[in-house]
């Protein structure tokens, strides 16, 4: 869905991320304070109930998510250690939000549905680990998981939209409907790369005539 979007913004960040590394900032220090801010914000402005600043204010950060990259390449560092960096704390501002989120249903008991929401949000915030997850495992069984229904900014920004506009009155059933259906939505990715995996690894027995599940990786966790 954003996918366009992005594009517009890598050309539009061009010019920043000159500025930028002329002033000696590095790529990974973009990275680093854009998690830093978007998880101090989810997980204290959510809670106190300021959705209307949080969210306007990690929107904007989801929107410059790119600019690291911009910045990598026009620097000529673009390399697996900025890849590894950036989908490493990628998860962490992703669960601040998501944990944010839960916390004000938790402290907002009196809303209704309230035990809805927070399930709703409880269940993004673990499958959304798990998506990427899944990737990540699949990659390193020597297979690939790239399918899914929305990438990891469209399920930030579906969720922040209705978050961000329950303070100008929006109802809340709103946000948890759309919590649920991201909640399904990556559940159901989580089974599309599950069978995938399967799928690829199987054809590789077919065609080799080895066993994935006897190799070193079988049964070992991450």
């Not at 259906?181 to 990715?189: E, W, Y």
């Amino acid at each position: 869905m954003l996918r366009g979007l992005r594009s517009f913004m890598t050309t539009l960040f061009t010019p920043l991320a000159r500025l930028l590394l002329a002033l000696r900032v590095s790529p990974d220090a973009v990275t680093i304070a854009g998690t830093v801010v978007v998880t101090a914000v989810a997980l204290t402005l959510f809670p106190t109930g300021h959705t209307l600043v949080g969210g306007l204010l990690i929107g904007f950060f989801v929107l410059f998510d790119s600019l690291d990259g911009v910045m990598a390449r026009q620097a000529g560092r673009s390399g697996p250690w900025g890849a590894f960096l950036d989908s490493t704390l990628d998860r962490l501002s992703d669960g601040a939000v998501f944990a944010g989120i839960t916390l004000w249903f938790v402290l907002h008991p009196d809303e209704h549905h309230g035990l809805w929401g927070t399930a709703a949000a409880l269940a993004c915030l673990v499958l959304g680990s798990v998506v990427p997850y899944a990737r990540a495992r699949a990659e390193s069984v020597g297979a690939t998981a790239q399918v899914g229904i929305a990438e990891r900014a469209d399920r930030l920004l579906l969720a922040l939209v209705p978050f961000t506009f329950m303070q100008v009155g929006l109802p809340v059933v709103v946000l948890e409907v759309v919590l649920t259906l991201l909640a399904l939505a990556s559940l159901v990715t989580v089974f599309q790369r599950i069978a995938t995996v399967r799928a690829q690894l199987t054809r590789q027995v077919v065609e080799t005539g080895t066993d994935p599940h006897e190799g070193p990786l079988a049964g070992q966790g991450a």
